[in-house]
């Protein structure tokens, strides 16, 4: 089986600035269009966001979408029309199927401090559904030197679950340590982000913010070069 590797350099990413949120887009959104980059596989937004002190999202509208944050520093507090008020913090994931339609809103719940957060979109296997809406608190030591799994497509696994043949997983990871992943699914492929400090998988090294797709791979090896925090996601690559 021969593996192909798909690079993003952090600084490749889509930027915008709005003053009160700064953004970069690994894959197109909004104002930033790359045909090259229209997602991997079944992912399709892989958002990086800053929203300063007291700023945020109003109420916006989504549908047929799964609609995944975790929070990276400080409070995000969300509302949306199915009733769900509530604050998200570095630990937390929330999910949304948003399936035939939500509206929802997130801001910077503090006063004093910027709140920074990944938004994730993942398409659904199956459209339309009623909407939902989850989050779960894990406990950090559970990454340690190894994957916690974060999310996946059975509601009965570990972690949140969405409307496709996903799964998600956070490691942090020391400075020389090495774990292998072994796919769930033949067929998916895995993007892994590096949230901070250097990894290699294979010949590729990455640094913070750098995102590294891999098709057609049973397993791979990661290393941290430093202490270094991952976020790997395995997805379809057909859907």
């Known amino acids: 089986m021969i593996e192909k590797y798909i690079k993003h350099k952090s600084e490749s990413r889509g930027h915008a600035n709005h003053g009160w949120l700064d953004t970069y887009h690994t894959f197109s959104f909004a104002n930033y269009y790359n045909p090259a980059r229209m997602g991997f596989g079944a992912l399709r937004v892989l958002n990086d966001d800053t929203v300063e002190a007291g700023k945020g999202f109003g109420m916006h509208p989504h549908d047929n979408m799964e609609i995944i944050s975790i929070p990276l520093e ?11 008020a509530s604050v998200i913090k570095s630990g937390d994931v929330q999910v949304m199927s948003a399936g035939t339609g939500v509206l929802h809103g997130e801001k910077n719940k503090n006063s004093h401090a910027p709140v920074k957060f990944l938004q994730i979109w993942v398409v659904p296997n199956k459209r339309n559904v009623a909407p939902r809406y989850d989050q779960m608190t894990f406990d950090k030591k559970g990454r340690e030197n190894k994957l916690q799994q974060i999310l996946s497509h059975d509601p009965d696994d570990e972690g949140v679950w969405i409307y496709q043949d996903a799964w998600f997983h956070l490691g942090d990871l020391d400075k020389d340590f090495s774990l292998t992943y072994s796919l769930k699914r033949r067929g998916n492929g895995v993007y892994v982000f590096v949230l901070t400090g250097k990894i290699s998988i294979g010949n590729h090294a990455l640094d913070s913010r750098d995102g590294l797709g891999i ?22 690559m057909s859907f």
Do not use: F, T
């Open 74 to 84: 400080g409070d995000l507090e969300h509302k949306d029309n199915m009733g769900n």
């Open 215 to 236: 098709i057609d791979a049973e397993e791979i090896e990661i290393k941290a070069n430093i202490d270094a925090e991952i976020l790997l996601m395995e997805v379809p």
